[in-house]
């Protein structure tokens, strides 16, 4: 429990300084932890950075799988559902700002590129599944498609949102999203089995 504490902790020092400037005795602050107690748990920096990350996702895999249960029957429902994915609120702007600067670094890092396209295939797995079950005889192909096309649409309008705050506010991103994501999921609804 305490390294989720600590990542969490990271999570609001990188929002603030970004990876580079995220230093372990801000996050140890952060955490009301000694620097020592960090250090136990982590072999150093990008330990802790990386945790942060992995707590970014863990947060919104939980939040996807929250939904499981009860998919949504029609497309308002599942566009209303990915649109609180945005990053529409202060705990949300957080953990979008820790993903882009991971994206960032894995540019030119293989090994955090990898990590990124394994998160990425746990998203596009769990939209698919979602889509699915919004269109039952829906071909794998064709549900793992849209899916990608779900998931390019969030990162755009998140990018976006994080880079121009002022010109984005929560009613934009989901205003946007949801003109592109309704035309794509009717399409989706009415498409012939691939």
């Not at 929250?66 to 990915?82: I, L, M, W």
Request: glycine residues 6%; positive net charge; charged residues 25%.
């Amino acid at each position: 429990m305490q390294q989720r504490s600590i990542a969490s902790a990271a999570i609001s020092v990188i929002h603030g300084a970004g990876l580079e400037g995220t230093r372990l005795r801000d996050v140890a602050r952060a955490a009301h932890v000694t620097t020592g107690a960090v250090t136990h748990y982590f072999d150093g920096k990008e330990a802790v950075l990386e945790a942060a990350l992995e707590e970014v996702v863990r947060r919104t895999l939980q939040r996807l799988g929250r939904g499981r249960h009860k998919p949504p029957k029609d497309v308002e429902t599942f566009v209303a559902q990915a649109c609180a994915h945005l990053p529409v609120d202060e705990a949300s702007q957080m953990e979008w700002r820790v993903w882009l600067a991971f994206w960032g670094k894995a540019i030119a890092d293989d090994r955090l590129r990898a990590i990124h396209r394994r998160y990425y295939e746990a998203f596009v797995e769990h939209v698919a599944h979602v889509l699915r079950a919004l269109k039952p005889n829906t071909s794998s192909r064709e549900a793992l498609l849209t899916a990608d096309a779900v998931i390019a649409t969030l990162d755009g309008v998140g990018v976006r949102a994080i880079l121009e705050p002022e010109h984005w506010p929560s009613k934009r991103q989901r205003q946007t999203a949801t003109a592109l994501l309704v035309p794509l999921l009717r399409e989706f609804e009415g498409a012939k089995k691939v």
